[in-house]
């Protein structure tokens, strides 16, 4: 390699993980494990409560700014070669430990890593088995060197195309088929490979891996948890206590005249002895709370916080949110309209999964980003601006109730159970059809944002907020540098701006321009858990979405042409079908 492989501290969160592959020129690596990160050279992504619910007391920022900041693995070992074609370790070529070259040829040639992987749904992760593929039910012609070749005849683009050829003699053997669910079974089985955390950490299992392209989307999800920094959490002092926590975590800290002292000196005269004792205090009680910190019980806290809002001051406060009038045309639906000028978001990576998403921290498909466990997580803090609006809570229970609305969430619902069976698991999720509501309302507005605003869709978030006794939507950008703080999406807050803005985008997507079809759809999408959905209405960028584009339903909004008045938006929807 002729540089040092760069990404951005935000992609080791959602792109390039732990255990996740990072590819860099014509060499593939993975992430390691955190047991092998230097947290000494990490800074501090501050935020309490989320490193309280994911039972960890810190949470750092991967390390920046110079050389082999963040350790890696080479994967995959198995190389391929594009002058001889040869397939096989880096050894095999005499290739030094650190270069992939192949020697054996004159002059020598890079090394390219094998498109093709194996991996289970339990996140265990190896080498394409390309010796076994070839020689399944052949058997082997003799007892020398078997040297594998991998041969594009050159007629197509098709892995009919491939064919894997032994010096063995054995017939040349195409990789077609070989994405095929079933298509290892009885050639290899998983060796609960973990090499992320290292050669020592394989586990039992009995599962059949599937073969996957090393660059394809399901070969790493993360699994992420972010919090919005809300008072008193996103104050100036707050924030300078949590990152000075190794000194003060013991109790009797505050007794310390020199510490203290020295921290003063450290906040350079902004804080006085006083105010780092007394939020000192404040955190110790908080964190000696017998409460358990849930992802419900953060966005009912910043729930409260939103409604409560925080006028500006002078203070260094992370957040700014100014109560909104709202407007005549928005009264019968909703009931608060929030403008957020400034908030600070964190993001914690707490695991990944394999070939499916998985979000919940006891799913046993949710693999470990360390092999012992650690006192921290990475995280990446970013800032930001939005618009909050509070959907009336008890108007939007009382539709839930209809029989259009059960229907449709006995669709939804369906559609689940029959997923979770396919997969032999469990069932999954209970269909809220008021989530379902919001979040397809919330894939309209950053439609609209985007026009309005002139964010680009992908850098507009949707944060909801729903359950028996809230029923919200945040829309904001949170980008790591300042250009999520612009002011254009926040002034959509403003009265004249955002009864029109609303207005515009319900009236705009009561009609996709591929209804009939569209809005007539029972079961699209991933599991089928999307119903009137697709990508020319209320489909989102994935960057944008916090259900990866499933449970979605515009029939929900303008109801279906068969009950037009149906849905909880329909008296904005005019140029429904």
């Known amino acids: ?62 390390p920046a700014g110079g050389r082999r900041d963040v350790p890696v693995v080479r994967f995959p070992q198995m190389q391929i070669c594009p002058s001889c074609r040869r397939i096989g370790l880096p050894s095999d070529f005499r290739s030094p430990w650190n ?10 040639a890079p090394l390219t890593p094998s498109r093709l992987i194996v991996a289970c749904r339990n996140g265990h992760i190896g080498e394409f088995p390309y010796f076994s593929w070839a020689h399944a039910g052949r058997g082997e012609r003799s007892e020398g060197k078997h040297e594998l070749r991998l041969i594009s005849r050159g ?51 009995d599962e059949t891996p599937r073969t996957l392209q090393r660059g394809a989307s399901n070969v790493w999800f993360p699994a992420v948890r972010s919090a919005i920094s809300i008072p008193p959490f996103s104050e100036a002092l707050a924030r300078f206590v949590d990152r000075e926590w190794d000194s003060l975590r013991a109790p009797e800290s505050v007794n310390a005249p020199w510490l203290i002292d020295g921290l003063v000196t450290k906040s350079r005269g902004r804080f006085t002895a006083e105010q780092i004792i007394r939020e000192t205090r404040r955190r110790h009680e908080a964190e000696a709370a017998e409460d358990d910190l849930t992802e419900a019980s953060l966005r009912r806290d910043e729930y409260r916080a939103l409604l409560e809002g925080r006028p500006e001051e002078r203070d260094g406060s992370d957040f700014v949110c100014l109560e909104r009038p709202v407007p005549a045309e928005l009264a019968d639906h909703v009931s608060a309209v929030r403008k957020v000028t400034r908030l600070r978001e964190v993001r914690a990576l707490f695991g990944f999964s394999r070939l499916s998403a998985v979000s919940d921290p006891s799913d046993p498909r949710l693999c470990q980003l360390s092999q012992h466990r650690q006192s921290w997580l990475p995280a990446i803090e970013v800032l930001g601006e939005g618009v909050f609006l509070q959907v009336d809570t008890s108007a939007v229970q009382r539709w839930a109730q209809d029989p259009f609305a059960q229907r449709r969430r006995k669709l939804l619902q369906d559609a689940s159970d029959k997923a979770d069976r396919a997969a032999r698991r469990p069932p999954s999720r209970e269909v809220d059809i008021t989530h379902v509501l919001l979040h397809t ?116 909004l303008f109801g279906t042409p068969d009950e037009p008045g149906e849905g909880f938006f329909s008296a904005f929807a005019s140029n429904a079908l």
């Open 99 to 108: 270069q992939a070259v192949c020697n054996l040829c004159r002059p020598s």
């Open 441 to 556: 309302f919330a894939h309209v507005l950053i439609d609209q944002l985007a026009l309005e605003a002139g964010y680009p869709a992908a850098s507009i978030r949707e944060r909801l907020y729903v359950d028996e006794s809230m029923s919200g939507v945040l829309l904001y950008t949170a980008t790591s540098d300042s250009a999520g703080s612009l002011g254009g999406l926040a002034a959509q807050a403003e009265e004249d701006r955002v009864g029109r803005m609303v207005v515009d985008g319900l009236e705009r997507l009561s009609w996709c321009s591929s209804d009939p079809v569209c809005i007539e759809s029972v079961g699209t999408g991933t599991d089928g858990l999307n119903l009137a959905a697709c990508h020319a209405c209320v489909l989102a960028p994935e960057t944008s979405c916090e259900e990866q584009n499933v449970l979605l339903d515009r029939a929900l």
């Open 155 to 205: 007629r197509t683009s098709s892995l009919a195309d491939l064919v894997v050829e032994c010096s063995c003699g054995i017939p040349p053997v195409g990789l077609d088929g070989s994405f095929d669910a079933a298509a290892l079974k009885g050639i290899a089985r998983c060796r609960g490979e973990r090499p992320w955390l290292g050669p020592d950490a394989a586990q039992e299992c």
């Open 1 to 62: 390699m002729n540089q040092t492989p760069k990404a951005r501290r935000s992609q080791l969160i959602s792109t390039f993980g732990v255990g996740g592959l990072f590819p860099s020129e014509n060499t593939s690596f993975m992430i390691a494990g955190l047991e092998h990160w230097d947290e000494k050279r990490a800074d501090v992504a501050s935020e309490p409560r989320l490193a309280r619910s994911l039972g960890v007391t810190s949470l750092l920022m991967p």
